[in-house]
């Protein structure tokens, strides 16, 4: 097996705010390939936004080491590798919807006419064209959360970290929007850390399910979702697919 | 923006006609409750007043525009001393802990002591009107920026941080854009203030302003009260004018702000 594209390796986090201090991970290490989308699933508060925060670098681990691309972290976020997803949209209310999306590729000096390029693709692909002179406040919740899901992709990141991009959206927008993204996944093939508390998105999603046990998040199953690609909606309803929601369902029974 | 408009206007007026009516009935009052014999130099009926100002209207207009030009002058020099102390505090804790006592000093110089001493200085009223009009301007400018520039939301800042984004880049595509509401509402502070500042040098001796007339009118009576009066009128004016025009320049520059509830800053 070749080097993994992010190497996770006994990775604890304690955060201490003055005096009170909480575990919230507790020796956890996962190996991810290169190409690979992998899936962060748990209940609420077991560290799974923690855990995609250090290896974006937005935060340094306790104890332990992150290796992304053979690099740290740090160095990684220097190379602008990343692509991030945060769990609010993050847009800047100043900026009109597809001046947001312009931000990091202005950031990262893409030439005017990719950026345009780009900008126009992507507002199509997550349904909101028409709203590109639009600002912010003037967007639902769910297409807000869509235009951070096309902002990140807009610079074509090795590594795509999303933290439950999909959480306020409804259940019909949600299922297009996961097909999108494998689509956009089978074409680059970057790496994707995504966060999820939905055991079925995690089984479409991905290659393997990380699943977390809360206080102190410990990584307690990593589950192969060995499901054909390119996943279809169709798959929802095979008894595979059901199985592996059952089995990761299960392993949380099991804590 | 014109729903906002629509919403305002009928409080305003209410106001302007409230002001108005208790402003008659105490001027009334005065004559024909009290019998006061000075009536009309203590509180001259508004209409009086009104009269006065529309015959005088030219000169009063000299004068003003003489004072709004320092004061302008004063106020922009002002507001970008107060925006790049407030830029400088914020890229250095060290700066800001060695300056930040300097600013609040200065702010406990009373501007009447300050005035004088300024004007001894530069021994030129134009000078001295410019300069304590920037110095009361810079005060508000700076402590509304630095309070917008230290509320950025933590996500934005580590939005740009993953994009390995550079210091410069952070000022200019978050940083500041978000403290604009916050320098707004400094500049709205700050430019009837640098109004009263201009005229409060010229009380010390100019030759021309709208102070100056306010100081010729009160002691020595030229015009009588009503005079007096026009010209108090004619200075708050200015200042509302000012508070008025920053105001403008807010939608203008903000349109994102104009449909939504105002965020933060209004009253920092
Ligand atoms: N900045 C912080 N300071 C102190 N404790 C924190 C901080 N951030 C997170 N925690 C704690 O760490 C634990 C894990 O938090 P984390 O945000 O990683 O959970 P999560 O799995 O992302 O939850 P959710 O699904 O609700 O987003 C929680 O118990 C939380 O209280
Ligand atoms: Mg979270």
Redesign the pocket.
């Given at each position: 097996m070749n080097t993994p594209e992010i190497r996770i390796e006994n990775v604890s986090m304690v955060?201490s705010?003055n005096g009170a201090s909480?575990k919230?991970l507790d020796n956890v290490s996962i190996d991810i390939q290169k190409g690979e989308f992998i899936s962060l699933l748990?209940p609420?508060?077991?560290?799974?936004?923690?855990l995609l925060r250090i290896i974006g670098d937005l935060l340094q681990p306790t104890s332990g080491n992150v290796l992304v691309c053979d690099q740290t972290p740090r160095q990684t976020r220097m190379d602008q590798k990343y692509g991030i997803v945060f769990?609010s949209p993050v847009l800047f209310d100043w900026r009109t919807i597809s001046k947001n999306i312009r931000l990091p590729l202005e950031i990262m000096k893409v030439p005017r006419e990719e950026q345009n390029r780009r900008i126009e693709s992507l507002l199509e692909l997550v349904g909101l064209s028409k709203f590109a002179d639009h600002y912010p406040h003037q967007l639902s919740g769910g297409m807000q959360q869509r235009v951070g899901i096309a902002r990140a992709l807009a610079i074509q990141p090795e590594i795509l970290l999303m933290d439950?991009p999909f959480s306020a959206l409804d259940e019909f927008t949600r299922e297009k929007l996961n097909e999108d993204v494998l689509q956009i996944w089978s074409k680059t093939n970057k790496t994707v850390v995504f966060v999820t508390?939905n055991i079925a998105e995690s089984v479409f999603m991905s290659d393997r399910v990380c699943v977390l046990s809360p206080h102190p998040?410990r990584l307690s199953a990593i589950v192969d979702i060995d499901l054909p690609r390119p996943r279809t909606k169709e798959m929802r309803d095979w008894p595979e697919f059901n199985a592996l929601v059952a089995k990761i369902r299960n392993s949380f029974e099991g804590v | 923006m014109s729903a906002s408009l629509k919403s305002k206007l009928p409080v305003a007026l209410a106001w302007i006609i409230g002001v108005i009516a208790i402003w008659e009935i105490g001027a009334w009052s005065l004559v024909n409750i009290f019998h006061d014999p000075m009536a009309t130099q203590k509180l001259p009926f508004l209409h009086d007043i009104v009269r006065v100002m529309a015959q005088n209207w030219a000169s009063l207009m000299d004068s003003a525009s003489v004072t709004v030009s320092k004061a302008a002058l004063g106020f922009l020099y002002g507001s970008i001393a107060g925006f790049v102390i407030a830029i400088v505090m914020s890229l250095s804790r060290n700066v800001e802990r060695v300056a930040f006592p300097y600013l609040i000093i200065s702010q406990m110089i009373p501007i009447l002591g300050l005035a004088p001493i300024i004007y001894n200085i530069v021994k030129d009223g134009d000078t001295a009107r410019v300069v304590i009009s920037a110095y009361i301007t810079f005060f508000p400018v700076s402590i509304n920026t630095l309070g917008g520039i230290k509320s950025v939301e933590k996500d934005r800042l580590d939005l740009m941080y993953s994009y390995a984004a550079g210091k410069f880049q952070v000022y200019r595509k978050l940083i500041i854009p978000s403290a604009m509401p916050y320098l707004m509402s400094g500049l709205k502070i700050a430019a009837p203030l640098s109004v009263t500042a201009a005229i409060l040098v010229e009380m010390l001796g100019t030759d021309e302003g709208i102070g100056v007339k306010i100081l010729y009118t009160l002691y020595y009576g030229a015009g009588g009260a009503t005079m007096f009066w026009a010209s108090v009128i004619t200075s708050a004016l200015l200042g509302i004018l000012g508070y008025v025009l920053i105001s403008l320049a807010e939608k203008l520059l903000m349109p994102w702000q104009n449909t939504t509830s105002k965020r933060g800053g209004e009253d920092a």
């Open positions: 955060y705010d909480v919230a748990g609420s508060g077991c560290g799974k936004t923690t769990q439950e508390h998040g | -």
